[in-house]
């Protein structure tokens, strides 16, 4: 193993154990935590972990178990790329910093201040983003983190992302994360249901014009030849 490394399930999304020192980990725990991800069905159909009624992303039920060790790049910032019918539409800059930092940017890096979350002003004047408080409890955007500043390899990046994109054919919408370290780029995954597919919070009050306008960018009568051999990159 590296020195510092990360383990995770390859079937799921969030669980994750990182060891920062091979010479100081407990193996007990690192078992344990192996043996619950495999325990674990990331595609359960009911109420799930944080026992709210929902129906959680079924696709990775074709996904077959297992664990993966990689080395562990550190509290990096994760790329999220938002791409729409083969074009990448806006970015998430995301990273964990006391508290979990979320900005959204359109392609010419222009700060999204109407977060595409549902955001209110907190009490130190950050804007708070309104996840479900059981899942999400500390996560703001904050134009002003340092995670929030364009890189310098920026359009490396975009032609990246179409690189990658370009594998799928045509698909309405896929996510693409990237770590962009020391100007080196790591893919992070693909993602066709960011966020599961919604927004968790407990009001009413969405933003509609978000809605509305990626709404509109949806070609919702897609190629279904082609969406057919999309489907092969997930089951």
Request: charge should be negative; glycine fraction near 6%; hydrophobic fraction near 35%.
């Amino acid at each position: 193993f590296p020195d510092k490394f990360i383990v995770k399930g390859a079937h799921g999304s969030g669980d994750q154990f990182i060891v920062d020192n091979k010479n100081e980990m407990d193996k007990y725990e690192i078992r344990k935590f192996c043996e619950s991800t495999l325990n674990y069905n990331h595609g359960y159909i009911g109420p799930n972990k944080w026992d709210l009624p929902y129906i959680w992303e079924k696709h990775y039920n074709f996904i077959e178990k297992g664990i993966i060790f990689e080395e562990y790049l550190g509290n990096v910032v994760d790329y999220q790329f938002h791409v729409i019918q083969g074009k990448p539409e806006t970015i998430w800059t995301c990273q964990y910093d006391a508290v979990y930092i979320h900005n959204s940017y359109d392609m010419n890096w222009n700060y999204i201040s109407d977060n595409m979350w549902l955001c209110e002003l907190d009490d130190t004047q950050r804007w708070k983003i309104l996840f479900n408080p059981n899942i999400y409890p500390n996560c703001y955007t904050d134009v002003n983190h340092s995670s929030g500043k364009k890189p310098e390899n920026f359009k490396e990046m975009v032609d990246t992302v179409y690189k990658l994109v370009g594998l799928f054919e045509e698909v309405p919408y896929i996510r693409v994360d990237l770590y962009n370290i020391n100007n080196v780029l790591y893919f992070g995954e693909f993602t066709p249901t960011s966020q599961a597919g919604n927004v968790f919070n407990e009001t009413s009050d969405f933003i509609p014009e978000w809605d509305t306008y990626f709404g509109s960018l949806i070609n919702f009568q897609p190629d279904i030849e082609a969406l057919e051999k999309v489907k092969r990159h997930f089951n």
